[in-house]
């Protein structure tokens, strides 16, 4: 998986009107993104510190596929993981 240039989790920050995002790590001194929207950039700041969870829990579902029975109920749990693999190979690139 791509690890982002400033470190999670990040924050939004409204200064005098200027919509920013920054890291809220000790030594992240970077500004993320700068002149936002602010619904964008709660969006954005959700999205990304979420990530990391999401990645987690697809890889359990795929955890869980994978105890299923082949051929259960006519179920092929074989192209469910093929699947479930292939997006998670997309997503962590």
């Known amino acids: 998986m791509k690890t982002p240039l400033n470190p999670l989790p990040w924050e939004t920050f409204d200064s005098a009107g200027n919509i920013t995002i920054e890291s809220s790590h000790p030594f992240g001194e970077d500004c993320v993104c700068m002149e936002l929207y602010k ?19 697809i890889q359990e579902c795929r955890d869980f596929i994978n105890m299923i029975p082949n ?23």
Not at 75 to 92: A, Q, S, T
């Open 39 to 57: 619904q964008d950039s709660e969006y954005l700041v959700q999205a990304c510190n979420n990530f990391p969870k999401a990645i987690e829990l």
């Open 71 to 93: 051929d259960r109920e006519g179920v092929n749990h074989y192209e469910i993981l093929k699947r479930v693999d292939e997006f998670l190979k997309e997503i962590e690139s």
